[in-house]
């Protein structure tokens, strides 16, 4: 069993900024991908962010230039710097981890329960 928790949740006024953060535990022998989404009301899933094991970032063109990933890969850590923020930033935050549980293992996705940011006007 791996366990993924965000914190950093938060009501901003549009302009802040804040840091979310995300750890994996449990059972895991690596990790590859650690990315972030995010879910509005009434939209779908949406891949804000992704960090590769090897250093490769992307990012979606809606917050590029304004969030950064970064991540400790021996902590088993990977954060989210939000700046500038908007409005339609408003949604809730999910953190996903590809883990494998031993060595040659099948890499599985795991989820975050999801932290929700709030930016005001």
């Known amino acids: 069993q791996v366990q993924v928790v965000e914190s950093g949740r938060g009501l901003v006024q549009a302009g802040g900024s804040l840091r979310l953060s995300c750890v994996a535990s449990?059972?895991?022998?690596?990790?590859?991908?650690m990315d972030w989404y995010r879910q509005a009301p009434g939209k779908q899933r949406e891949l804000v962010a992704t960090?590769?094991?090897?250093?490769?970032?992307s990012y979606a063109d809606s917050v590029k230039g304004r969030f950064t990933i970064s991540r400790d890969n021996a902590k088993h850590t990977v954060y989210l710097q939000i700046n500038s923020l908007k409005p339609e930033d408003t949604a809730v935050y999910y953190c996903?981890?590809?883990?494998?549980?031993?060595?040659?293992?099948?890499?599985?996705?795991?989820w975050g329960q999801g932290t929700q940011v709030t930016v005001s006007s």
């Open positions: 449990g059972s895991i022998f690596s990790i590859n991908a």
């Open positions: 996903a981890v590809d883990a494998a549980r031993y060595s040659g293992g099948v890499l599985i996705r795991n």
């Open positions: 960090s590769g094991s090897g250093g490769m970032i």
